[in-house]
């Protein structure tokens, strides 16, 4: 079987000659789809857990600062933004009337 360069490279960067990156790629498959099988088992022993209140106050109140700057910055990019739409515009305008 033919390799690639980039088997050949990585098989050199493992100091292994016969390396086939599909094989490499199937193992990782494998080893995320136990991790996934075994979080959701462990999220279904642990469905009981309950968080303080205080715990939350301290995630809504961050989400609430985390949107309120979100919005902050939306509503500058849109000023600067806008800022610069104006400029070419005018831009444009003065230069169809030859000033």
Do not use: C, W, Y
Request: proline residues 2%.
């Amino acid at each position: 079987m033919k390799q690639t360069q980039l088997a050949v490279a990585i098989g050199h960067a493992h100091s292994s000659e016969d390396t086939r990156v599909g094989k490499a790629r199937g193992a990782k498959l494998g080893a995320m789809f136990t991790v996934a099988a075994a979080g959701m088992t462990a999220g279904a022993a642990n469905a009981a857990i309950t968080v303080p209140p205080e715990i939350l106050e301290v995630f809504v109140d961050l989400a609430t600062a985390f949107g309120t700057l979100m919005a902050a910055g939306a509503v500058l990019f849109g000023v600067i933004r806008g800022g610069v739409a104006l400029f070419k515009l005018a831009g444009r305008l003065f230069s169809a009337a030859g000033a």
